[in-house]
């Protein structure tokens, strides 16, 4: 059984502050990893991609990797109110792609 | 560019009644998944197709879920009988393909959704 894991939270961080979402996986054939985030009431909508290890950044989020460990993390720098969201961790092997059961951020004004 | 689309948006039926969803893709798009989202948990893949033919079927209840997609274009998903624990919403995405080291090409466009009820 393929396993990706995601503290449930929820999470709850002040306005401007660095939010940190963590996701573990178990399949170590895994070659691609995500992040969608996801409104209630709304669809997963995609952030971020991560296929080497190390950091990624795009604007105020930055994705690590790291194989070895099979952890993938998000980090939310400068957190606004709307960033709170449900974050889902996907994690994929070619075409299998799963998703944990995401975490739930809120940012406090 | 015109999104995934899905039908119908909202659906409540009884336990043991059918339903029936729809899904189409964006165009061009060769993958297609349904993934069954219930409340707090993160979408769970049912079944994932490659143009027409099935790649991954293996979570899929096949007692009493079934799903096509003739032409590799269109697909629908269907529940027949409803058990009560189908309630969720069920999730239609889809995408470019892959290719070793493509991780951009795996992005998945979801659909809204069709929500459904079972009582």
């Known amino acids: 059984q393929k396993e990706v894991e995601q503290n449930s939270g929820p999470l709850s961080v002040p306005e401007g502050a660095i939010a940190s979402l963590n996701c573990t996986y178990s399949?170590?054939?895994?070659?691609?990893f995500f992040w969608y985030r996801q409104y209630s009431g709304k669809s997963p909508e995609l952030i971020m991609f991560?296929?080497?290890?190390g950091d990624k950044e795009d604007g105020r989020f930055t994705a690590q990797l790291n194989k070895a460990s099979q952890y993938v993390s998000l980090l939310i720098r400068d957190s606004q109110p709307s960033d709170s969201a449900t974050y889902l961790c996907a994690v994929a092997n070619n075409n299998d792609m799963r998703f944990g059961a995401g975490t739930r951020l809120t940012v406090k004004p | 560019e015109a999104g995934v689309a899905q039908s119908p948006r909202y659906k409540i039926i009884e336990k043991r009644q059918s339903v029936a969803f729809w899904c189409n893709p964006i165009s061009g798009h060769a993958t297609l998944y349904w993934y069954q989202q219930i409340l707090g948990q993160g979408p769970k893949l049912l079944i994932q197709?490659?143009?027409?033919?099935?790649?991954?079927d293996s979570q899929l209840p096949k007692d009493r879920f079934s799903a096509e997609r003739l032409k590799g274009v269109d697909s629908t998903l269907k529940i027949q009988p409803a058990k009560l624990e189908d309630s969720a919403v069920y999730l239609c995405a889809s995408s470019l393909g892959w290719s070793l080291g493509g991780a951009e090409t795996g992005e998945l466009f979801f659909g809204e959704g069709s929500r459904l009820t079972v009582l």
């Open positions: 399949d170590r054939g895994s070659q691609s």
């Open positions: 197709f490659q143009n027409n033919g099935v790649v991954d």
């Open positions: 991560i296929y080497s290890n």
